[in-house]
Every structure is written in C-alpha cells, then in structure tokens.
C-alpha cells in the first residue's frame, strides 16, 4: 500500500491521503461485513498499514455487523504496539448499546476500568444513554452519581442526555434541579437542550411557556436547527398544539427550513382536525403539499369498495396518518386486505416508530382473521419492545403462535431477558408459557431465571431452575453465570459458591463445545460471563 501511494505521488496524482485512507476503511468494512471471519481476519493480517486508534475508530464507527466488530476489536488489542484507548472502547461499547447487548456493553466498560483506561463524560453519556434505552434507569442515574463523585465533570451534551432520561421517566422536579446546577456551573445550553425543554413542555400541554422558550434561546444566539423544528411540530401535532405550532412554521419560513414528509404529513392533519389554515405549511414545504393533499382527498372521498391501488400509492408515499384513516374506515366496512399488504404497513409504521399505526394495522388483522406474515410480528414486537409497551407483546406472540409462525429460541430468549430488564416478570412469565415445549430449553429458561433475579424475587428464580432441571433441562454454563451474578447481587455468597462449584466441574468435563447443544450455545452466547443482574 505505502508503495503504491509512493507511486501515485511520483506520478503527481492529486489523491488526498484522507480520501484513500476513507478508501481502505470501506474496504475493511465490505470485508468484515460480507466474509466470514476466518477469511476476513487474513486480509486483515496481509494489510501493511500502520494501526492507530483513529484508523480503527474508524473501522468500527463504519457499522460493520456487531459480532464482526466485537472480533476485530480483539484482533486490534493483540497488534503489536497498538493499544485501545477511550475512544476505540467507546465506539465498541455504542455498537453493543445500540444492539441491545447492555451485558456486553457492560463488560466493555469493565474492561476499560481494569485496564485503567481513561473514562471521561463522553463514555459515560453514552453508558446512561444506553442503560436508560433499555429500562435500566437505576443504573443510569447511579452513573451520573458515579461521574460526579469522581470528579469528571458533565458537558452540555452529559447535561442534556441525563435531562432528558429524567423528563422520558417522570422526574420532573430532578429535571429541573439538574439544568439549574448545570446553569451555576457556566455550562451554557446547546440547541438540543432547549428542544427537550420545549419537547417536554409541549407534551405536558405547556405549549405558552414552551414558545417562551423558542423565543428566549434565540435571543440568547441559539438558533433553532432544522432537527429541532421538526421534533417541535411533530409533538405539536401531536397534541394539538396549532399555536405554537404557527410560531415555528414562521421561523422555518425566514430560515428556509423544511419538514421531514412523515412530519409534514401530521401538521398538514393536525390543522386540518383543528379547522385551521395550512397556508403556512404550504409556503414552508410547498414540495409535498400537493402529494399529500391528493392523497388525503382521495382517502376521504372513497367509496365502499375502495380500489387497493390507492392503499399502494399511500405506501409508496409513506403518508402513514393518511393510511391511518384509509384502513380504520376499512375495517369498519369489514373490506378484506391481503395479508403481505397489511404486513407492510406494519412495518412501514415501525419504520416511522409509529406504534399506534402499526397496532391499528395488527388490530385489523385480528379482527379480519389475517394471519400476516413472520417478519410483520417480528416488527412489531421490536418496536413495542423499544417503545416500552410491553402490555400488548403477550398479545402478538399469542396471535403469532396461532399462525403458525416460531418465534424461535434466540429470540425468544432475548425477549424473555429484556421485559426482565424492564422489570416485567409477569409478561415475561406469559410469554414463557406461550412457547412450545420444544423452546422450553435451557436457553429460554435461563433467561426467565434472569427474569426473577432483575425482579429481586431470587427464591422464585431458583425455584425455576429446580423446574428445569425436573423437566431434564441440563444447565449449561451461561445458566450458571446467571445463577451466581444473580446470587451474589442479592448477597447470596454461600449459595452463589455452590453453583460456581457445578460451573467448574461442568466446565472440566464438557471436554469440546462440540458435546454442547444448539441450545446450550445460544444460551452460552447470550449469558456470557458479562452478564450482571
């Protein structure tokens, strides 16, 4: 490679050095995204390029798939000379936070403290991120504790993410403790900052003080950015809130900002519920208005048998509010879609985090007898899942049983464990229950202990796994890993050196992984020693 930029040089190429260096990461990504690792790691062995932390930063910040990332990670730490530091090990624990693997993400965070690894805010905003996204909001307040106590002191980004993980949880009044000491110490709120106030503000109908806010950020030199605009209008559609909607369209107006379509498409209906003009809307976005304004006529003006041409049309055009309205007037006339169909607008709606349209959709089919297909279930049990509507996954996986469709054991394993991160025995319990006795194996059971253990209810957790074992279910080593974290968490010791003993003496005699089942290695994998409850 050094020869053949030699070469370029001598022939008095132009090439910027960054342009190729972007060249090579893309390479590297294709390579670990499209080979297997065996092969993937012998391109990487035969590269003759200097390692440092950005270029490797670089390669993981490309996306490459999650374990690929995870296993070039560890190459790199054994490359002679080279050694992680904060930022590589930031960038691994995002892409594991990001996944929802918040024990691997866990176990890097670990790591970087052992190995004296220098923690600043940027890594813990994105640990208290990551916890709160996956209902583990205790830990994530602990960590702001945690930073405070040992003197890293929070950014405004460190202000602003932990600002909004008290407003998404009810702490109102921690909320505002939190940005009047960020205030005293001279930190001086970003753009971002001030749309979560207002975000906050609007959804709890403080749309007056929520303009107050609009207009003192920018007397303060903040000016709103086309993200906020776009977060700002689509909560006030959602509420209603017309008002202060008009005050944002006039500074989008003066500024030349626009909407993104689905959150045109939600004003444009917003207003029209509220009888109020859409001239305003027009002039900001006059590129969508005549789609979206056709589209709506036409839903409205629709007779009886409505031609499933325009379901296509509204699809291609992502106008989900307009869908919204076509298909509840549908089901009322009991008029029968084809299953791929109302399986696209479930994920079309998920795609938008849109859990109202996809249940409206899902509600559809249940009443129409449409079993739709697999990956529509799927869908929709991510987005609830991720929108913390776990009430209603019982349901899905019920109707998705009686289609015939397996949720599978990984994923059902991963389920289980993350309404046990939520603190959701109960729904975890009945979707346990729901799987058929084929999934009922080690992996799935491991996961339902953890369940208990994340719930404080350790006697109910060991009283699953004495089930288990009556069921001739074998522990595997990530049974065990759960047992003894979830053990010794509860200040269980004694018993948790009981199952460190049978982790042990399993561990000696399993000889190869070749003797463990499919079921032992998911469960393996999803229950390494990272795991902490």
């Known amino acids: 490679m050094n020869k053949h930029m030699k070469l370029k040089e001598k022939n008095g190429s132009s090439s910027d050095p960054k342009e190729y260096m972007r060249n090579v990461i893309g390479k590297i990504y294709r390579t670990l995204k499209y080979s297997t690792w065996d092969c993937a790691q012998q391109e990487l062995d035969n590269l003759h390029m200097k390692w440092d932390s950005y270029t490797v930063n670089q390669v993981l910040k490309s996306h490459p798939p999650m374990e690929k990332a995870w296993l070039f990670f560890n190459w790199a730490s054994r490359l002679k000379g080279f050694k992680h530091d904060q930022y590589t090990y930031t960038t691994m624990l995002d892409i594991f936070g990001e996944a929802g693997r918040v024990s691997s993400m866990k176990h890097v965070f670990q790591q970087m403290q052992e190995n004296g690894i220098k923690i600043d805010s940027v890594t813990y905003t994105s640990m208290m991120h990551w916890l709160s996204s996956s209902g583990n909001v205790d830990e994530a307040f602990e960590l702001w504790e945690e930073m405070n106590s040992k003197g890293c002191h929070p950014t405004v980004v460190s202000y602003t993410a932990y600002i909004k993980i008290l407003f998404d949880n009810h702490k109102v009044k921690e909320a505002t403790d939190v940005y009047k000491e960020m205030l005293n110490s001279g930190c001086a709120p970003n753009c971002h900052t001030y749309t979560i106030l207002m975000d906050y503000l609007i959804g709890s109908g403080k749309c007056k003080e929520a303009l107050e806010i609009f207009e003192k950020m920018q007397e303060a030199g903040v000016q709103p950015d086309k993200a906020a605009c776009n977060i700002l209008i689509e909560k006030c559609s959602k509420v209603g809130g017309t008002m202060f909607m008009t005050q944002i369209l006039e500074y989008m107006k003066e500024n030349r900002l626009v909407l993104r379509y689905p959150v045109f498409v939600e004003a444009l209906e917003a207003l029209k519920n509220a009888g109020e003009s859409d001239t305003l809307l027009r002039q900001v976005n006059p590129q969508f208005y005549k789609k979206a304004y056709e589209s709506i006529t036409v839903a409205a003006d629709s007779p009886v048998n409505i031609d499933k041409k325009l379901l296509f049309v509204l699809l291609r055009n992502r106008n989900v509010v307009a869908i919204d309205h076509l298909l509840a007037g549908m089901m009322d006339k009991k008029i029968l879609l084809d299953n791929k169909?109302?399986?696209?607008?479930?994920?079309?709606?998920?795609?938008?985090?849109?859990?109202?349209?996809?249940?409206?959709?899902?509600?559809?089919?249940?009443?129409?007898?449409?079993?739709i297909e697999r990956k529509g279930y799927l869908s929709l049990m991510g987005l609830l899942t991720r929108s913390n509507m776990f009430s209603r996954l019982v349901e899905i996986v019920e109707e998705m049983a009686r289609a015939g469709h397996s949720l599978g054991i990984y994923l059902a394993s991963l389920l289980i464990y993350r309404l046990?991160?939520?603190?959701?025995?109960?729904?975890?319990?009945?979707?346990?229950?729901?799987?058929?006795?084929?999934?009922?194996?080690?992996?799935?059971?491991?996961?339902?202990?953890?369940?208990?253990?994340?719930?404080?209810?350790?006697?109910?957790?060991?009283?699953?796994?004495?089930?288990?074992?009556?069921?001739?279910?074998?522990?595997?080593?990530?049974?065990?890993?759960?047992?003894?974290?979830?053990?010794?968490?509860?200040?269980?010791?004694?018993?948790?050196?009981?199952?460190?003993?049978?982790?042990?003496?399993?561990?000696?005699?399993?000889?190869?992984?070749?003797?463990?089942?499919?079921?032992?290695?998911?469960?393996?994998?999803?229950?390494?020693?990272?795991?902490?409850?």
């Open 420 to 533: 046990g991160c939520a603190r959701q025995p109960t729904f975890a319990s009945k979707i346990f229950s729901l799987l058929p006795d084929n999934h009922k194996c080690a992996a799935t059971y491991t996961a339902l202990i953890s369940v208990y253990f994340f719930a404080r209810r350790v006697n109910k957790a060991l009283e699953i796994y004495k089930i288990m074992c009556r069921k001739g279910v074998c522990p595997v080593l990530g049974t065990y890993n759960v047992l003894i974290a979830g053990l010794e968490r509860n200040g269980r010791y004694s018993e948790a050196d009981l199952y460190r003993k049978a982790k042990k003496s399993l561990h000696a005699n399993s000889g190869s992984q070749e003797s463990v089942t499919v079921e032992g290695k998911i469960c393996d994998l999803l229950f390494a020693v990272d795991v902490i409850l």
């Open 341 to 371: 169909i109302i399986s696209t607008i479930i994920e079309v709606n998920c795609s938008h985090c849109r859990p109202d349209g996809a249940l409206l959709a899902f509600e559809y089919s249940v009443k129409m007898g449409i079993s």
